[in-house]
C-alpha cells in the first residue's frame, strides 16, 4: 500500500487480507515519516487485522544525513515488533551418536594417465634435442666444443686412461 486510498480499501473490505490459513494471525505494519529540518521522525505501528487492535508503536527519530543508521533501526524495531508473533522453530532433538558421514572416496589416477605423462614429458625433451641435432647439421647452430681446463688431471689417481674423443683438441 502506497496511498491512504489503498488503506482505506484495506480497512474497508478485511477480506483481502484473509487469505492466510486457519489458525495464522493477519498482521498490518504501518509506517509514517516526518521530515522536520535535518531531522526524520518515523512512526511504525502494528495492528491486528481480525480485530483492529494495535500490538505494538515504535518511534524513531535520526538526523536526515545518517540514512544507513535509520534503516538499520527502522529494520530492527519492526524485528522486535514481529519477532512474539512469529512462531518458533522445534528444537532438533541431538543424537548421542555421531551423524553418519560418507565416506571420503580418495580419487586414485588411472596408471595409464601417469605414465603418459612420462612419455609426452620425454617425447618434449627427445623432440628439443632432435630439433637441435638437425640444426647443427644444417648449420644454423654450432656445436658448443666444451676447452679441456688446463691443470686439471684426466685421469684418476693410480690409473691411466686415454680419451679418443674426436671433438676434442689438446
Known amino acids: 500500500m502506497k ?3 489503498d488503506l482505506e480499501i484495506i480497512m474497508n473490505d478485511r477480506s483481502l487480507m484473509m487469505k492466510q490459513p ?3 494471525r493477519n498482521i ?3 509506517g509514517k515519516f516526518n521530515r522536520q529540518l535535518d531531522k526524520v521522525h518515523v512512526s511504525i505501528q502494528m495492528v491486528d487485522v481480525a480485530t483492529w487492535e494495535e500490538l505494538g508503536v515504535r518511534k524513531i527519530m535520526e538526523v536526515y544525513t545518517q540514512i544507513p543508521s535509520l534503516n538499520k ?3 530492527k524495531a519492526v524485528n522486535q515488533m514481529i519477532t512474539p508473533y512469529i512462531p518458533s522453530q522445534p528444537v532438533a532433538k541431538v543424537s548421542p551418536f555421531p551423524a553418519f558421514s560418507e565416506p571420503t572416496v580418495e580419487v586414485k589416477r588411472h596408471s595409464i594417465s601417469l605414465e603418459s605423462e ?3 614429458s620425454n617425447l618434449d625433451q627427445q623432440i628439443a634435442e632432435l630439433e637441435a641435432s638437425m640444426d647443427i647439421l644444417l648449420g644454423a647452430r654450432v656445436r658448443n666444443k666444451d676447452q679441456p681446463k688446463k691443470e686439471v688431471p684426466r685421469f684418476d ?3 691411466w686412461t686415454m680419451d679418443f674423443d674426436v671433438d676434442r683438441k689438446f
Open 3 to 5: 496511498t491512504k486510498e
Open 22 to 24: 486457519r489458525g495464522s
Open 28 to 30: 498490518l505494519i504501518l
Open 73 to 75: 533501526a527502522v529494520g
Open 118 to 120: 612420462k612419455v609426452v
Open 157 to 159: 689417481a693410480g690409473e
